[in-house]
C-alpha cells in the first residue's frame, strides 16, 4: 500500500511540474510624473507612482511567492518601478534593451542612458544583460520590427533563465509580450485573455516544460480603483475634481484630435 501511495506521489508532482514549469509576469511601469533634464527622462511620481510599484512588489513577493528574475527596460521609469520588487528580494535588476519602450522617431530622443548614468541613479541594484550595450535606444521602428524585436527578447530572456520571471515595459510592450505570449499557448481560453495596460496591472502567464503557455490570468487586484491610471490618461473611473488625471470624455477628444492631426501630416508628405 506504502509503494502505490509513493508511487501517486511522485506521478502527481511530475505531473503538476508538466503543467506549469514556470511563471512569467508582465507588468507596466508605475506612474510617471516629471522629467529628469540631464537625462530627458520620466520618473514615476513621487505619491501614486511609489504606492502602485510597492504594491505591485508586495503582491508579487508576499502573495504570488514570486521569487525569480527581474528584467526591466533600461528606461528610468521601469527601472525605477522594477527596484521595488528587486529591493524586497535582495536581487538585482536585469537592463533588456529588448523591451524598451517603442521607438518611431527619425533618431533616438531622448539618447538612452549610458550604464553609467543608469548606476548612478540606482546603484549595484541594476546589472546589465547580456544584450545590453550603450547605445542601446532605438529609432525608426516600425510596428513589425518592434513586435519582432519584443518577441526575440522574450524568446531569449526564456531560454537563459529557468524559474519564474517578472518583465517590466511600457505600454506598447505589454501589448506585445502578451501577444507574443498567447502565440505560445495551447488552448483557446488564454488567447481570449484580455486586460488594459493600466500603470502596474499585471498579466501572468504559466508554461509547462515545452515552453508553452498554458494558463493566463489578468489582475489588478491589488490596486485601488483611484490607483489605475495609464499616465494621466484614460482613468478607469472619472476624475473631474483632479485637474492631474484627463476623464474619459477628454481623453477621448485628446485622441481624436491628434489623430486627425497625424492624418493631416500624411497627406502633405
Known sequence: MKIYKHLFLAVAAVSFFQLSARTIYVTRHAQVG???????????????GV??????????VNKLKFNGD?????????????????KLLNKKVILDPGLQELATS?????????????????????????RYKDGWRLCKE??????QRVAKALDA???????????VTH????????RALKARANNKEVK????????????????NDKGEVISGKYTTEFLDDMELTNNFRSPKIERPTDKRYMTKAQDKADRAKRNAKNRAQKKIK
Request: aromatic letters at 8%.
Open 34 to 48: 516629471t522629467v529628469i533634464k540631464e537625462i530627458k527622462e520620466t520618473k514615476i511620481t513621487e505619491d501614486l
Open 51 to 60: 504606492i502602485q510599484a510597492q504594491k505591485l512588489a508586495n503582491h508579487l
Open 70 to 86: 527581474i528584467y526591466a527596460s533600461p528606461f528610468y521609469r521601469t527601472t525605477e518601478t522594477a527596484i521595488y520588487t528587486a
Open 106 to 130: 527619425a533618431k533616438p530622443a531622448p539618447p538612452g542612458m549610458k550604464l553609467s548614468q543608469i548606476k548612478s541613479y540606482f546603484g549595484d541594484i541594476t546589472v546589465p544583460g547580456k
Open 142 to 147: 516600425t510596428l513589425p520590427m518592434r513586435r
Open 157 to 167: 530572456i526564456l531560454a537563459e533563465t529557468r524559474g519564474d520571471v517578472l518583465l
Open 171 to 178: 505600454g506598447a510592450g505589454v501589448g506585445d509580450l502578451d
Open 192 to 207: 481570449k485573455l484580455k486586460g488594459t495596460a493600466w500603470n502596474c496591472a499585471l498579466y501572468i502567464f504559466e508554461l
